[in-house]
């Protein structure tokens, strides 16, 4: 029997001190069950095993530094220590950090999650957006020094330089990483012209790629009226981004390429349309011609024809102006050319005639030669600055 | 500045290059006019290709406004 009599107060106060003193600083193992995310930031849960469990709280603040967002019936390891609420009589577990009991416990999370959102439709087909057939305006939501991000550059400069690109950049991977994809999203979403969004990140192990296995995340995708491709990790990597987005790409790189056509691709395709345009254009002439001819052999239409020379004349003139226009450009640089070798010939003779020297030329043609020289015929001295015509016989002026 | 007038016309002028391309087949077009369009087309073609051996990457980093997180980013 007990000697003294305490109040509760007192002997509240007792277990408190107790408790706290000899539990300050536990690792305990549990599955989380009842978890609630209070609006004022702080987590209230039961961490329990088969026989017991027990009441925790992780504060706003602490949490943040928690890479995932617990579920229920998921199995971690915390980091804690013990505190009593004397007004209710109980105690509980102060949260101070917070980690998956294994990386089975991540993909456990990653199944229930990916079961809830496709219930929820954000995995739907009919939801998909078409992506843009060429993009002129590309954003991505990557880290700013990331490799994915060099290698998506290397890639538009390489390909379709023409492209402009837009980066959000974001955390991630680890503290506020999701949040931060997230905002991402929503802030390349304000932009007007944006027509197509990457979120891409490199490589990594299941804990790095987390953020992108997020609700958070998932909801910015789904909300985002721009078309999103995701490329995140490498090829075996699936993430919830993956699934929730418009289009799915393998890795960075390969999102980028599946966005911008090949330079080499564009190029042909514009060459096709001028063979095309050609092609349809003598069809057009060659079915012009022949109406034109059916007409002329057609027993019962006689149409005045002089209508029909016209028409036949007009017909041959367009036929001129498309070649023409064909051959304009190279006509165009043959005379430029032949312009410039004249130029440069003619160039050549008047700085020797500059020099003093005097050409001499004969009915029409220049005599090098004194042998070549007729004595009794008129000729024309060309000296640099002008010509002389001696018409007279030269002897008789002598 | 020069950059986004290329590349804003650039899609265009595909687009235009391609519809120039449909209605040379419609017969109802007489000759003027499909010389005209003809003519169009390969200046086009040529505009175009041009744009695409001058072009030089554009990239640009979008800062976020502070107001940002008050928006809409609610999770359930």
Redesign the interface.
Known sequence: MADTTLTVSEITRLIKKDLEENFSSLSIVGEISNFK?HSSGHWYFTLKDSDAQISCTMWRGVNNYVFFSPQDGMKVIIIGRITVYPPRGNYQIEVRAMQPAGVGELQLAFEKLKEKLQREGLFDLENKKELPE?P?KI?IVTS?GGAALKDM?SV??RRF?????????CAVQGIGAA?SI???I???NK?NDVEVIVVARGGGSLEDLWAFNE??VA??IYKSKIPVVTGIGHEIDFTIADFVADYRAATPTAAMEILTPE?EE??N???N??D???E??YD??AG?KEQISSALHSYGFRSPFDMLKLYNQ??DS?VY??NQ??DKYLTIQKNKIALLASKLSANDVQKTLAKGFVLVKQQDKFVPRAKNFQSAQPHTLIFYDDRIEIKKNYEEKN | MKKKT???S??ND?QR??E??IL??SSE?D??E??SL??E??QL?KK??E??TT????????K??ID??N?D????
């Open positions: 995310a060429l002129m954003g700013i550059i538009a400069k330089p023409l492209v402009e690109i837009s980066i959000a950049s949040e997230a905002e991402a929503h802030l390349l932009q609700e958070i909801y910015a330079k564009i190029e395709l514009i060459r349309f001028d095309e345009l050609t349809k254009m057009k002439i012009i007009k017909v367009a102006r498309v226009t064909i | 290329n590349q804003s650039f899609k595909l290059l391609e120039i391309s040379l087949d077009l000759l003027e499909a010389i003809y003519e087309g390969i073609s175009c290709l744009t695409l072009a030089e990457l554009k990239v640009n980093e979008l976020a406004k940002f997180k928006d980013d609610s999770l359930n």
